[in-house]
């Protein structure tokens, strides 16, 4: 197909999520959870792998936008003949996922055309498909089934459901989606008004919530609700991106699966979630994080299931054509059986920062960090894989290290002061400084005046920009200075920042990506810190204008195409949003609260 990223809008549930195209076609489903297999995959292959349209004919204009406050999307459309609105929501769960359309006539009379088709396993099973009465429609193929609501008349024809009706002003016509494990009842009759209204109080209790932030306001509380439709709520887990294998490159293989849990988001989004006063999503996140990564910590994933999964084998659906035939198509994700020396970082450093944000700490959480760090102290110096999860081997990266340093940095700065813990902290001091002084050292290149991506070479990364962020070095020192003037020449092309120059650097794939929108971010709170405020509200006004018509982000932008790239939408690029927002408005935000929670002098 030859749609873009940014023609999707999201729909969800806090347990699921669909994507609705700006044509008035729902092209990705997975139920009954995010990781779920889809029912419908056109966005990764072709209709017959599954879409559900309602289109209104003879369109003259379209233009879309979710209700203040909510998730809730409404379409409007003129045509020939008059005008009309579609609303498409999932409302909160009670046991079972609901998705509803409602379609209301404005104007005239529009005629409506609508095709169902539901495709099992992702886009692969066709099911039964029976009338059950004249309202009421049941897709049942394995374990899965479909009911579908409506007044409109469907018929069946060359394996898809088919209708059309005209609506008038004043009219509307419902049409709700149920999904139930096969040998459930039959679902009860779903009031679609009344549903839309308990949708709206419940994004509206949540996103009322949000504090001012200055001229950002409106799309920091866009970011939020996102970030809270990407959340599933039975464990608080934080999925990176309701989709898989939207490409980094048109037509490239840096395709990979985002309906996980990455532990390296932990911080990010705790300070997101935090810095607006968000304390109860905080505290979800954080319950789930340490449920996930509860047991020896030598056998800590990178990643995990919302639930706390840890077997995410990934493979390949080559049924699926990928989308704009980028491909392979992969499901689950080989990354969580990576080595990443920098998640242990990541974890303590947000278990320290939920701390200073008046969290209760978990009751064994002194326990686990004691014997982490006890797993780290023999680890660090060994090679990984690093931040961007390459798959051209094992190397000394300097963000993977900066963050072992955190590790015992954080420690130093919260651990309790028992006997016990202050000859720990001698310890862990110790290992600190070695740590430090080693960065320091070896990933410096005086050539170049900056510090580079891996000890020895002289390839540069975005990644570097965290050390200021994380406090390894106060922003004014040369050696920062000097890192982020080598970025900003090497790295921001058309004024975004690459992850690092993969025609440069061997990553175990074929060279070419988008750029990083989380790393334009994060140059922007480095450009904070160091003073140039100016410039760093210029690069985030950049940022935001990259949002789609709904606020929306991917997780890269390529300004070449003029259109986004990767999973959609991305929490790790609305996160940045929130917390660059926070930093420019509040000049001492959360970039400059991680640098004061340092141990170091």
Same mark, same amino acid.
Request: proline share 5%.
């Given at each position: 197909?030859?749609?873009?990223?940014?023609?999707?809008?999201?729909?969800?549930?806090?347990? @699921?999520?669909?994507?609705?195209?700006?044509?008035?076609?729902?092209?990705?489903?997975?139920?009954?959870?995010?990781?779920?297999?889809?029912?419908?995959?056109?966005?990764?292959?072709?209709?017959?792998?599954?879409?559900?349209?309602?289109?209104?004919?003879?369109?003259?204009?379209?233009?879309?936008?979710?209700?203040?406050?909510?998730?809730?999307?409404?379409?409007?459309?003129?045509?020939?003949?008059?005008?009309?609105?579609?609303?498409?929501?999932?409302?909160?769960?009670?046991?079972?996922?609901?998705?509803?359309?409602?379609?209301?006539?404005?104007?005239?009379?529009?005629?409506?055309?609508?095709?169902?088709?539901? %495709?099992?396993?992702?886009?692969?099973?066709?099911?039964?498909?029976?009338?059950?009465?004249?309202?009421?429609?049941?897709?049942?193929?394995?374990?899965?089934?479909?009911?579908?609501?409506?007044?409109?008349?469907?018929?069946?024809?060359?394996?898809?459901?088919?209708?059309?009706?005209?609506?008038?002003?004043?009219?509307?016509?419902?049409?709700?989606?149920?999904?139930?494990?096969?040998?459930?009842?039959?679902?009860?009759?779903?009031?679609?008004?009344?549903?839309?209204?308990?949708?709206?109080?419940?994004?509206?209790?949540?996103?009322?919530?949000?504090?001012?932030?200055?001229?950002?306001?409106?799309?920091?509380? %866009?970011?939020?609700?996102?970030?809270?439709?990407?959340?599933?709520?039975?464990?608080?887990?934080?999925?990176?991106?309701?989709?898989?294998?939207?490409?980094?490159?048109?037509?490239?293989?840096?395709?990979?699966?985002?309906?996980?849990?990455?532990?390296?988001?932990?911080?990010?989004?705790?300070?997101?979630?935090?810095?607006?006063?968000?304390?109860?999503?905080?505290?979800?996140?954080?319950?789930?994080?340490?449920?996930?990564?509860?047991?020896?910590?030598?056998?800590?994933?990178?990643?995990?299931?919302?639930?706390?999964?840890?077997?995410?084998?990934?493979?390949?659906?080559?049924?699926?054509?990928?989308?704009?035939?980028?491909?392979?198509?992969?499901?689950?994700?080989?990354?969580?059986?990576?080595?990443?020396?920098?998640?242990?970082?990541?974890?303590?450093?947000?278990?320290?920062?939920?701390?200073?944000?008046?969290?209760?700490?978990?009751?064994?959480?002194?326990?686990?960090?004691?014997?982490?760090?006890?797993?780290?102290?023999?680890?660090?110096?060994?090679?990984?894989?690093?931040?961007?999860?390459?798959?051209?081997?094992? #190397?000394?990266? @300097?963000?993977?290290?900066?963050?072992?340093?955190?590790?015992?940095?954080?420690?130093?700065?919260?651990?309790?002061?028992?006997?016990?813990?202050?000859?720990? #902290?001698?310890?862990?001091?110790?290992?600190?400084?070695?740590?430090?002084?080693?960065?320091?050292?070896?990933?410096?290149?005086?050539?170049?005046?900056?510090?580079?991506?891996?000890?020895?070479?002289?390839?540069?990364?975005?990644?570097?920009?965290?050390?200021?962020?994380?406090?390894?070095?106060?922003?004014?020192?040369?050696?920062?200075?000097? @890192?982020?003037?080598?970025?900003?020449?090497?790295?921001?092309?058309?004024?975004?920042?690459?992850?690092?120059?993969?025609?440069?650097?061997?990553?175990?794939?074929?060279?070419?990506?988008?750029?990083?929108?989380?790393?334009?971010?994060?140059?922007?709170?480095?450009?904070?810190? @160091?003073?140039?405020?100016?410039?760093?509200?210029?690069?985030?006004?950049?940022?935001?204008?990259?949002?789609?018509?709904?606020?929306?982000?991917?997780?890269?932008?390529?300004?070449?195409?003029?259109?986004?790239?990767?999973?959609?939408?991305?929490?790790?690029?609305?996160?940045?949003?929130?917390?660059?927002?926070?930093?420019?408005?509040?000049?001492?935000?959360?970039?400059?609260?991680?640098?004061?929670?340092?141990?170091?002098?």
């Amino acid at each position: 197909m030859d749609a873009s990223i940014a023609d999707y809008a999201m729909i969800g549930d806090c347990e @699921t999520a669909a994507l609705v195209h700006r044509s008035g076609s729902i092209d990705w489903l997975c139920l009954p959870r995010f990781d779920s297999d889809a029912c419908f995959a056109r966005l990764l292959g072709d209709r017959d792998n599954g879409h559900w349209a309602i289109c209104a004919r003879e369109v003259i204009e379209t233009s879309r936008a979710y209700r203040e406050g909510t998730l809730v999307l409404v379409t409007d459309l003129v045509t020939k003949t008059g005008a009309a609105r579609v609303i498409d929501f999932m409302s909160p769960r009670d046991q079972h996922a609901d998705l509803i359309r409602i379609v209301e006539g404005v104007e005239g009379c529009v005629t409506f055309d609508v095709e169902l088709v539901i %495709r099992f396993d992702y886009g692969r099973t066709i099911p039964w498909v029976t009338h059950l009465d004249p309202t009421t429609l049941m897709a049942v193929a394995g374990p899965n089934t479909l009911f579908l609501q409506t007044p409109i008349h469907l018929h069946g024809q060359d394996m898809r459901t088919l209708g059309d009706f005209a609506i008038k002003a004043g009219e509307r016509v419902p049409f709700a989606l149920t999904h139930r494990v096969s040998l459930s009842e039959r679902p009860p009759k779903v009031e679609a008004l009344m549903a839309l209204a308990s949708t709206e109080r419940y994004w509206r209790d949540f996103s009322d919530r949000c504090p001012n932030v200055g001229p950002w306001t409106e799309q920091v509380k %866009r970011s939020l609700i996102t970030l809270k439709a990407l959340t599933y709520a039975p464990t608080g887990g934080m999925v990176a991106a309701a989709t898989t294998s939207l490409p980094e490159k048109i037509g490239g293989t840096r395709n990979w699966d985002y309906r996980f849990c990455w532990l390296r988001d932990a911080t990010f989004t705790l300070q997101a979630f935090m810095g607006l006063g968000y304390f109860e999503e905080a505290g979800a996140w954080l319950d789930w994080l340490m449920r996930a990564i509860a047991g020896d910590p030598a056998q800590m994933q990178i990643m995990y299931g919302v639930s706390g999964e840890r077997r995410l084998a990934e493979w390949e659906a080559p049924w699926l054509a990928g989308f704009r035939d980028s491909q392979p198509v992969r499901i689950g994700n080989a990354a969580a059986e990576q080595m990443q020396l920098d998640v242990r970082g990541e974890v303590i450093d947000a278990m320290a920062r939920a701390v200073r944000g008046g969290i209760a700490p978990h009751p064994r959480s002194a326990e686990w960090r004691r014997a982490t760090l006890d797993h780290l102290a023999q680890v660090w110096r060994e090679p990984d894989e690093g931040i961007w999860e390459m798959r051209a081997g094992r #190397q000394h990266f @300097t963000h993977s290290k900066v963050m072992a340093w955190v590790a015992f940095d954080r420690a130093l700065a919260h651990a309790p002061q028992s006997d016990r813990d202050r000859e720990d #902290q001698a310890r862990w001091r110790i290992i600190a400084d070695e740590i430090h002084a080693e960065i320091c050292q070896r990933a410096w290149d005086p050539a170049q005046n900056a510090f580079t991506q891996v000890y020895g070479q002289p390839w540069l990364d975005a990644s570097l920009l965290q050390m200021a962020l994380v406090g390894f070095l106060p922003p004014g020192d040369p050696r920062i200075l000097g @890192t982020i003037a080598a970025i900003e020449k090497r790295l921001v092309r058309d004024g975004l920042t690459l992850r690092y120059e993969t025609d440069v650097v061997a990553d175990g794939l074929p060279p070419g990506e988008g750029r990083f929108l989380a790393c334009s971010f994060w140059l922007a709170d480095n450009l904070v810190l @160091t003073g140039r405020h100016k410039e760093a509200c210029a690069l985030f006004e950049r940022l935001l204008a990259l949002c789609n018509d709904v606020g929306l982000l991917a997780e890269q932008y390529d300004p070449e195409l003029g259109e986004m790239l990767g999973n959609f939408p991305q929490a790790f690029s609305h996160v940045g949003l929130i917390n660059t927002a926070v930093n420019l408005a509040r000049g001492m935000g959360p970039a400059a609260e991680r640098t004061a929670a340092s141990s170091s002098p």
